[in-house]
């Protein structure tokens, strides 16, 4: 937690800490961070049911302003309800190289296996135990005679660099354009008879035959002195465009000149995107525009 605290106050850390919470009331991180004037929050979980205790985390978090978790050194199973809410927004450090040796023991198992090289892994938080998307290793050596409690002073050191570091990238890049663009492009080439062409500067997708295809969404960056970045796809109708931006400012906008023309721009870079509701946009858009014959399959299977 400290190694987290004190990056987020270097030049370019793009995450700060909102609270420090503890299942322990005693733990010295809620002292520290106390200290340095960061808001903390401590609940003992004996005698509360563990969803009971989680809510209250949760709530504290959310309270707070929290956009992510970052567990450190929490050693709670969390309910799947909570780690479902969080998806794609909690992390977790483990001391090896995941996928090897998840749980407990991981310096011993390491040892004992007679690896060359142990280290740490941040990784998304699911339901089964260390198991989510890994978002970053470190490797440490382990050295001849190596003995479990040195090995883990070493890879301690490890995590503490490799933490605030792969946290800060991961916050960062929800405003990377180029990070944004590459998952529009997965989402949109995976449509059937569907390509990539730039129109005006600005990457933008096409279905149909590279001489006669039709535009069903466009990449904006900023464009027009907007702050947004933004995926701009066709709207059923004018009325939809404009209930949508009145209702939801922070998801969409009108973009300028192709809003007149029924597109609307789905705001990427902010917190909790759901890129299963921007697939589904992109293929709604897609339907628009795309010919019958690319159509049929689609169709067929939305009738099952």
Known sequence: MAALLYASRLPGAAYEIVLVAANDPQAEALTLAQAEGVATFALAHKGMARADHDAAMERAALDAGAQYIALAGYMRILTPEFVRRWEGRMLNIHPSLLPKYPGLDTHARAIEAGDKHAGATVH?????????????CAHVAIWPGDTPEKLA???????????????????????????????????????????????????????????????????SDRH?????????????????????????????????????????????????????????????????????????????????
Do not use: M
């Open 124 to 136: 998304l938080v699911t339901e089964e135990l260390d198991s989510g998307e890994a978002l970053g």
């Open 224 to 304: 027009h002195g907007v702050e947004h970045i933004s995926l701009l796809v066709k709207c059923a109708s004018q009325d939809e465009l404009e209930n949508l931006v009145e209702a939801q400012p922070h998801a969409y906008q009108k973009p300028a000149y192709y809003g007149a023309s029924g597109w609307i721009g789905v705001i990427l870079n902010r917190p909790g995107v759901d890129w299963g509701d921007v697939a589904n946009w992109l293929q709604r858009s897609w339907r628009l525009v795309a010919p019958k014959s690319a159509t049929k399959l689609l169709d067929a299977a939305d009738e099952f």
């Open 153 to 219: 002073n070493r890879v301690r050191v490890a995590e503490h660099q490799l933490y605030p570091r792969v946290l800060s990238d991961y916050v960062a890049r929800g405003s990377d354009p180029e990070w944004l663009l590459a998952r529009v492009r997965e989402h949109a080439l995976a449509l059937p008879r569907t390509h990539e062409r730039d129109s005006h500067g600005a990457p933008g997708f096409r279905v149909g035959t590279p001489k006669s295809g039709k535009f069903f969404a466009y990449f």
